[in-house]
């Protein structure tokens, strides 16, 4: 079994919503701030990252009926999609998980915003939470 993958910290809270301008505009008035926006052309997303304080929120907007995210909204509703905690070392990550017990949505990482590198672990192995793992590349 390898060593257990160290956990940098959250990376932020995905947050799924039917459009981005309210949403942003709601958070904003919490005192949330825009830092930016992205189109995730493969994972069908458009996505907003506000900051407050050293809390990220990631607002995610689908832009297809096929995105994971629109069939999240389709049976829950708006709210929390997913914690996403930075790791050091994904595949390190993902192998640990493995190895002990936890269902893996994401075999091998996928490219994320920011150009980031992502992978899921399924919300059964996890009392129902969706957890990303995040690993941010070195230019």
Not at 3 to 18: E, F, M, T
Not at 20 to 42: K, M, N, Q
Not at 103 to 132: C, Q
Request: hydrophobic share 40%; glycine share 8%; aromatic share 6%.
């Amino acid at each position: 079994m390898t060593a257990d993958p160290a956990i940098l910290g959250l990376a932020h809270v995905g947050i799924a919503v039917h459009s981005l301008d309210p949403a942003v505009a709601a958070w904003s008035r919490l005192g949330f701030t825009l830092e930016s926006t992205e189109i995730l052309e493969s994972m069908h997303l458009r996505i907003a990252f506000l900051r407050g304080g050293s809390s990220l929120l990631e607002l995610l907007e689908p832009t297809s009926p096929e995105s994971t995210v629109s069939r999240f909204l389709e049976r829950r509703g708006e709210g929390i999609h997913h914690l996403s905690f930075l790791v050091p070392d994904i595949d390190a990550a993902l192998r640990h998980a493995s190895e002990v017990g936890l269902d893996l949505v994401d075999k091998t990482p996928r490219s994320g915003s920011h150009g980031t590198r992502i992978a899921f672990l399924h919300p059964r192995s996890l009392g129902g939470v969706l957890v990303e793992f995040c690993e941010r590349r070195t230019p």
